[in-house]
């Protein structure tokens, strides 16, 4: 059974940096594209950058881009954001997800439970 | 960017009564996309896949339908956990984007 555990939020200040960690199990990690979705307090989900199975392609949304980085180690089972320079509007449960294909078709076909971050001074 | 426009905003439903949730894309995004339900507290589930492809576990009773711009997701008599918030997301090119989300309660 697929599962994916998200860690690393908290609330951290304006400007500062941040790294989520996103642990799978129950399926072969380094065959499938994945994703960050966030969604802020109260609002709809908004996608947050991509990776494929062999990290090599990437992609991200306009507002995170030059700020974050998505990262993966296959050997550890393990996705990565790193959030650098953060702002108040990237407060927002944070969402991996698990794509169907090795190279992302953008279908999320698993979800974890969200870590949450705030970002406040 | 392509925008998903959903509506209604809101749907105010009973259980056993049948509902269509509506999806309109601001461009053509042949059958590129997908509905998501989102219970409160939870993180979102994949309900259906290109279109009209049911996902795995999900029952019957929701269904999809659409090509190009405007798309549909009917679900039949409304069961108690069937209210919850529905997502519509294109896949057509990036950035991939969600809808503003329809509310079902009851």
């Known amino acids: 059974q697929v599962q994916l555990v998200e860690s690393g939020g908290g609330v951290v200040q304006p400007g500062r940096s941040l790294r989520l960690s996103c642990g799978a199990s129950g399926f072969t990690f380094s065959n499938y594209a994945m994703h960050w979705v966030r969604q802020a307090p109260g609002k709809g989900l908004e996608w947050v950058a991509v990776?494929?199975?062999?990290?090599?392609?990437?992609n991200y949304v306009d507002p995170v881009k030059a700020r974050f980085t998505i990262s993966r180690d296959n050997s550890k089972n393990t996705l990565y954001l790193q959030m650098n320079s953060l702002r108040v509007e990237d407060t927002a449960v944070y969402y991996c997800?698990?794509?169907?294909?090795?190279?992302?078709?953008?279908?999320?076909?698993?979800w974890g439970q969200g870590s949450l971050v705030t970002v406040s001074s | 960017e392509i925008v998903l426009i959903q509506s209604p905003a809101t749907l105010s439903l009973s259980p056993g009564e049948t509902t269509t949730l509506s999806c309109r894309a601001s461009?053509?995004?042949?059958?590129?996309l997908a509905w998501y339900q989102q219970r409160p507290g939870q993180p979102p589930r994949l309900l259906i896949y290109a279109a009209s492809n049911r996902a795995a576990g999900i029952p019957a009773r929701f269904s999809g339908s659409g090509f190009g711009t405007d798309f549909t997701l009917t679900i039949s008599s409304l069961e108690p956990e069937d209210f919850a918030v529905y997502y519509c997301q294109h896949r057509s090119n990036w950035p991939y984007t969600f809808g503003q989300g329809t509310k079902l309660e009851i």
């Open positions: 997800a698990k794509d169907p294909r090795g190279h992302h078709t953008g279908t999320l076909d698993s």
């Open positions: 990776i494929s199975n062999d990290g090599n392609n990437k």
């Open positions: 461009q053509s995004v042949s059958s590129y």
